[in-house]
């Protein structure tokens, strides 16, 4: 595979990507092919489980944010299936991640450069151009956008047990373990730990004996989507943490954990009422162990099954628990990936060794100012806890489209916050290619 010299190419085609391809496509001027190594589009399919909600309003699509008359929207598809009174009337609070999904994999038929069947290996610059090393052959671009997601997080402890009996929770439905009779531990406290333990409490992989779900925080938290929270999710929000210097940053990003990592409260509700039927309704009896506030520190085998050792941080003592499976619903991480390796030296990084990028996400480096390294889903430590989710992937999709084109295509411009931040924060246009 070669072809013409590119203005840009994007590697990997989650949401992120999708998103740029779709702002991107009817851009004049700008040449840019998008690369993934799945065989077609496909959104978290492991963790695809039924009722699954989206934390977010589907309003917050690959497009609409940007360019509502865009033809890749949301309404565009519901419209398109002929949903759309249907759609209204059922009134969803949250719709499923199965629709949103859906969704996503029709764009993503319908959005042009996209090729999927294509895994990127490596990654150079030859001093002109970047040199992008696919199994089908090479192509060079002036600029990268860089979309390979997040990577699965499993404790060092568990590794050596890593296989059919212990694995991350965004295996699950590949896998799709035969857990009848077994005894069941689940790792981590968030929104997987909880969808794992319905599914599991509901009996979609056989009848289990029993469950211990064990959270690392002191209970089991709910997410905050109320208002004044859901302003951290706005372009405004985030121009004020951009400014802000990076101590302060790691302090909020901690501080405002519960907003992006907790647990939504329909989901809380309904663990709640599951346990309340299964303690006081069933005959079964109690069958569930939850235990907040322990920290998983070491695993050993004992016979086919294994022991997890945790340390209870309400009372300081040593306790554990055995299991003849353990999902691990530990998170992500987010890490350059390895075909950046070629370059990975020349890109400023923070003390962290996290890269540092600017307003319009484009990593620091010390190659030319034109060539461009986009990352996008790298950036929770300087653009703040809404980098990895969906709430601002159409404005940020086009910053960059704006910044790619050397022009205004969509107008980005943050609307003043209902929040005075800061003091002497005027309503201000923030685009860099407003006409004077
Ligand atoms: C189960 C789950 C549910 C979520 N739900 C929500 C939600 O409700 N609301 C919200 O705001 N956020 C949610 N998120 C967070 C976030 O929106 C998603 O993780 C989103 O998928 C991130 O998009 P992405 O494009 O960065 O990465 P990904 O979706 O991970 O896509 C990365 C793509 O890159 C490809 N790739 C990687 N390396 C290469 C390579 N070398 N060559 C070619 N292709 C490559 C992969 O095949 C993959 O398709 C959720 C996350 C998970 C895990």
Redesign the pocket.
């Known amino acids: 595979m070669t072809g013409e010299h590119l203005d840009a190419i994007g590697?990997?085609?989650?949401?992120?990507?999708l998103s740029l391809a779709a702002l991107l496509a009817p851009v004049e001027g700008v040449a840019a092919q998008f690369?993934?190594?799945?065989p077609g589009f496909d959104?978290?399919p492991g963790?695809l489980l039924p009722d699954a909600r989206?934390?977010?309003s589907f309003l917050k699509d690959l497009v609409t944010a940007a360019d509502p008359r865009s033809p890749y929207s949301f309404l565009s598809y519901l419209v398109e299936k002929r949903r759309f009174y249907e759609f209204l009337n059922a009134d969803f609070q949250a719709i499923t991640?199965a629709e949103f999904a859906d969704y996503l994999a029709w764009a993503a038929a319908r959005v042009p450069a996209l090729n999927f069947g294509?895994?990127?290996?490596e990654i150079d610059f030859d001093g002109e151009a970047f040199e992008v090393r696919t199994d089908r052959g090479r192509r060079l671009a002036d600029n990268l956008v860089v979309?390979?997601?997040?990577q699965r997080y499993r404790p060092a402890w568990a590794e050596p047990f890593c296989g059919a009996r212990c694995f991350h929770g965004?295996e699950l439905l590949q896998r799709n373990p035969d857990a009848a009779g077994a005894t069941l531990a689940i790792i981590g406290g968030g929104q997987?730990g909880a969808e794992v333990f319905l599914a599991f409490a509901r009996g979609l992989f056989g009848r289990v004996r029993s469950i211990t779900w064990i959270s690392q925080r002191p209970n089991f938290e709910p997410l905050d989507e109320t208002h004044f929270t859901n302003e951290y999710f706005t372009p405004g929000y985030q121009r004020v943490f951009l400014d802000l210097p990076p101590e302060r940053r790691r302090e909020i990003v901690e501080a405002q954990r519960l907003a992006s990592d907790g647990i939504s409260p329909d989901t809380l509700a309904e663990v709640y009422q599951l346990l309340y039927r299964e303690r006081h309704l069933s005959q079964a009896g109690a069958r569930y162990r939850l235990c907040p506030d322990r920290e998983a520190v070491a695993m050993e085998g004992v016979g086919a099954a294994m022991k997890v050792t945790l340390r209870n941080q309400l009372t300081g003592e040593a306790e554990a628990c055995q299991a003849d499976l353990v999902l691990l619903c530990t998170g992500?991480r987010s890490e350059l990936?390895e075909?950046l390796a070629p370059i990975a030296r020349r890109l400023r990084r923070d003390d962290e060794g996290r890269p540092e990028l600017d307003a319009c996400y484009r990593a620091l480096w010390d190659g030319p100012a034109g060539k461009r390294i986009y990352l996008?889903?790298f950036g929770r430590h300087s653009h703040g806890i809404a980098d990895?989710?969906?709430?601002l992937m159409a404005w940020r999709s086009a910053v960059i489209a704006n910044d790619l084109a050397g022009r205004q295509v969509y107008d980005i411009a943050p609307c003043a916050p209902p929040i005075t931040w800061r003091s002497g924060d005027a309503p201000r246009r923030e685009s860099r290619f407003e006409a004077a």
């Open positions: 590697v990997g085609v989650g949401p992120f990507n690369f993934d190594r799945r959104w978290h963790l989206l934390q977010t991640r294509t895994e990127v290996r979309a390979t997601g997040q965004a997987t992500y990936p075909i996008q889903n990895p989710q969906l709430s």
